[in-house]
């Protein structure tokens, strides 16, 4: 079982459309957040200068099951779905408030040395963080 996080994020008025619903554009902005608060959890850097080991997005994609609306909360629930030698997947589903799945995601990650400008193996230590294996 992979670890999971829950990620609450609070809907602007700025993110909806034309169409009174919230723009697709705006759910990869949720899985954006969430997928750097839950790299913060397992231990890969996200926003230390000092710091060069991080992570590039190598892929995402976003199934869109129903909409959202203003005003409302939302959450978006990640984990890992699998860990190769220096790549990850994250899943991030997006509840509305009724707890109704309204978007499914997916990235793909990989560990990257921003001092190298190469990609680097997942350590043991991210590796059971991330699986939640202990």
């Not at 996080?5 to 459309?17: A, F």
């Not at 899985?31 to 231990?43: D, K, M, P, S, W």
């Not at 990235?107 to 963080?129: G, N, P, W």
């Amino acid at each position: 079982m992979s670890f999971e996080l829950d990620l609450l994020i609070r809907l602007d008025w700025s993110e909806m459309d034309l169409f009174g619903h919230v723009n697709n554009v705006a759910y990869f902005k949720y899985v954006q957040a969430a997928r750097v608060n839950y790299l913060e959890h397992i231990g890969i850097n996200t926003a230390d200068p000092d710091n060069k080991l991080s992570f590039v997005l190598a892929h995402s994609a976003c199934n869109y099951r129903q909409p959202l609306y203003f005003p409302g909360e939302i959450i978006v629930k990640t984990k890992t779905d699998w860990v190769k030698n220096s790549s990850m997947q994250l899943n991030h589903t997006i509840y509305n408030e009724k707890k109704e799945v309204c978007a499914e995601a997916i990235d793909i990650i990989v560990l990257f040395d921003y001092a190298t400008h190469s990609k680097v193996s997942i350590s043991q230590e991210i590796r059971e963080k991330a699986t939640g294996a202990n």
